[in-house]
């Protein structure tokens, strides 16, 4: 795969610019998720796809959700898709526990998606 660092990097610091600095961040946690379970993107595919996302009016929280509720499983093989679709689905039951302020079901479903992430 034929990539342009310089060029990618230029993209991606425009797009944390005009986003409040919120998707570098955004970047990390996604790589670290994708890392951690198996590398079911190309980190440069997956950096691409965020890069790329529309965060108008997100901080990093909501942010972070939105781009996993974007990431496209389209042309990944099955193992990989069950590892987004459970992705999808641990976001999902986060953003639920937080809403009943569950704390602890809240960092177990989190440590599921970021794994040993804040210990």
């Not at 342009?4 to 610019?17: H, Y």
């Not at 997956?46 to 108008?56: H, K, P, Q, V």
């Not at 901080?59 to 992705?87: C, H, M, R, T």
């Amino acid at each position: 795969m034929e990539t342009d660092p310089d060029k990618f990097n230029a993209t991606l610091t425009r797009s944390n610019i005009k986003y409040n600095s919120i998707v570098k961040p955004i970047v990390r946690l996604m790589k670290y998720w994708n890392a951690t379970h198996g590398y079911p993107y190309f980190s440069f595919e997956l950096e691409t796809a965020i890069s790329d996302m529309d965060f108008c009016n997100d901080n990093l929280e909501s942010g972070f959700f939105y781009g996993i509720k974007q990431l496209s499983s389209y042309g990944l093989p099955d193992w990989a898709v069950k590892k987004v679709d459970l992705l999808k689905s641990d976001a999902r039951w986060v953003q639920e526990y937080l809403e009943r302020e569950d704390i602890f079901k809240t960092k177990k479903a989190l440590n599921r998606i970021l794994p040993d992430f804040f210990n």
